[in-house]
């Protein structure tokens, strides 16, 4: 998941003319445990562009449509409207699924 925040966060910062803009959030069964670890992570990527969340409740909110069977789910919207959702099971999240995950933001940025 840090590659993957860390490549979020540089397209933000790239593309704020174009007001793309993003955020993580966690889906975490124990949110008090995993808040300090999210902030750590954010404190030694420095991230400066993307805000890092936690939500109670692994499924997510219904409206996310979280795939069950995936580790990290990447959801883009623009508009109002999901553009992307590509979930990966654990293990899956690897460069060339990180270099998908950064095309797709072309779309956003048009």
Known sequence: MAG????VDAAVGK????QL???VVVLSDDPDVDEPKLKA???KLA???VPLTIFDGISGPPTYKINKGAETTVLMWK??????NKGFEKGKLNKA???????DTKVLIQ
């Not at 699924?97 to 095309?103: D, E, S």
Request: charged letters at 30%; glycine letters at 6%; zero cysteines.
């Open 79 to 84: 508009r109002g409207r999901v553009a992307s």
């Open 15 to 18: 593309n704020k003319k174009s």
């Open 4 to 7: 993957l925040v860390k490549q």
């Open 21 to 23: 803009k993003a955020f």
């Open 97 to 103: 699924a990180l270099k998908a995950v950064a095309g």
């Open 41 to 43: 992570l954010a404190k």
């Open 47 to 49: 991230v400066k562009n």
